[in-house]
């Protein structure tokens, strides 16, 4: 059984930064997107950052230049090093994993969709203030 465990967050002020961790275990699929997503209350969750099994990755504009995805393969362990956190960063924040279906050859592209991902982890809560 998938399982996706999340570490990493906390309280910083802003300016600083935090490196979430994600560890993937029972995960052997060969294609597919993993994913941070960060969620807010009151408001849907949001796209942060993909990458694929290829290393292909997606940021949304929000954090780009701030925030860096990565992942590896050898540890089954996803990151997200963020820098330059300000409070408008302040979320609970989420891995997921979507595995490209078989009937889906050739060429594909992380989905934007939270609801498209197959699994998720239980959440870190990251806190930007002073």
């Known amino acids: 059984q998938v399982q996706l465990v999340e570490s990493g967050g906390g309280s910083v002020q802003p300016g600083g930064s935090l490196r979430l961790s994600c560890a993937a275990s029972s995960f052997t699929y060969r294609r597919y997107c993993m994913g941070w997503f960060r969620q807010v209350p009151g408001k849907e969750r949001e796209g942060v950052a993909t990458?694929?099994?290829?290393?292909?990755?997606t940021n949304t504009d929000s954090v780009k230049g701030r925030f860096t995805i990565s992942q590896d393969n050898a540890k089954k362990t996803l990151y997200l090093q963020m820098n330059n956190l300000g409070p408008q960063d302040t979320a609970m924040y989420y891995c997921a994993a979507y595995v490209v279906p078989q009937s889906l050859v050739g060429r594909f592209s992380c989905p934007t969709p939270s609801s498209a991902y197959n699994y998720w982890g239980q959440g870190t809560q990251v806190t930007v203030s002073s």
């Open positions: 990458i694929d099994t290829y290393g292909r990755t």
